[in-house]
């Protein structure tokens, strides 16, 4: 049976913690002894690493992992990494802040032969028209540096075939802002299979949005730079690729 491993991070996240274990654990359950839920702890400054770990007592297949304070985007990486080298074939990231539906997941594991990766389409939104404005710049930016159009990059909630997720991976800095985004599009210039998935999005379930305004600024300024360093590499790589098949 193919093993799940769903990946979370989680920073501050104790006023929701609890109830998103409880919403995603019995998925592992049910597919396969060797399925995890990974929840990654950011270095958070309250109680979320332990109610993690005091979850993890009674559900052998949850994972709780720390670290020191990187961000969303290393963490993320952090938990795919962690899931690549204990062997997962099937790699799942959602976040910590209960925005997103466990029981929507059942169209993309449905799917999971299909395509090598498979993510959301927020299509019904309630997270504010900001976060809104902020996809919809993200997505011609990305048309604009990479010459590709992504319905949804930055989407948490997107399930992604190991040996995809290993290539692609594998030009994405350890420390990278927005790997998620980067990981859509090493997907389509790499010739994988990509398919969108409508989704609803829920506003956060509690606790404190870290991301404001001023923050998504400096984010996505870093982001223009970042962008045109690993738009660099991943064209290099899809020329030699071409290369070395011809």
């Known amino acids: 049976m193919d093993s799940?491993?769903?990946v979370i991070p989680a920073y501050n996240e104790q006023?929701?913690?609890e109830k998103v274990i409880e919403q995603w654990y019995p998925l592992v359950t049910q597919y396969g002894s060797d399925s995890r839920l990974v929840i990654i702890d950011d270095g958070s400054k309250d109680d979320t690493y332990a109610l993690i770990c005091?979850?993890?007592?009674?559900?052998?297949?949850?994972i709780p992992l720390t670290k020191a304070n990187q961000g969303h985007g290393p963490?993320?990486?952090y938990g795919y990494q962690y899931?690549?080298?204990?062997?997962?074939d099937y790699v799942f990231q959602t976040d910590s802040d209960g925005q997103t539906d466990s029981s929507e997941f059942d169209q993309f594991w449905n799917l999971r032969n299909t395509y090598d990766m498979s993510m959301g389409k927020r299509i019904a939104r309630e997270d504010g028209s900001s976060r809104v404005m902020v996809t919809k710049t993200l997505k011609a930016v990305i048309k604009y540096k990479f010459n590709v159009s992504v319905e949804d990059a930055n989407v948490p909630f997107r399930l992604m075939k190991a040996s995809a997720?290993?290539?692609c991976m594998s030009f994405i800095p350890d420390d990278y802002n927005l790997p998620n985004v980067a990981l859509c599009v090493a997907c389509m210039k790499f010739g994988y299979s990509l398919e969108f998935l409508p989704i609803t999005f829920r506003p956060r379930q509690g606790g404190i949005n870290s991301i404001n305004l001023k923050n998504i600024f400096g984010i996505g300024k870093k982001a223009l730079r970042d962008f045109t360093d690993i738009n660099r590499s991943l064209n290099e790589e899809v020329a030699h690729r071409k290369c070395t098949t011809a």
């Open 165 to 167: 997720l290993r290539d």
């Open 15 to 17: 006023t929701n913690i």
């Open 54 to 62: 005091e979850a993890a007592k009674t559900r052998p297949a949850l």
């Open 75 to 77: 963490t993320v990486l």
């Open 4 to 6: 799940l491993f769903i």
């Open 83 to 88: 899931a690549l080298d204990a062997g997962a």
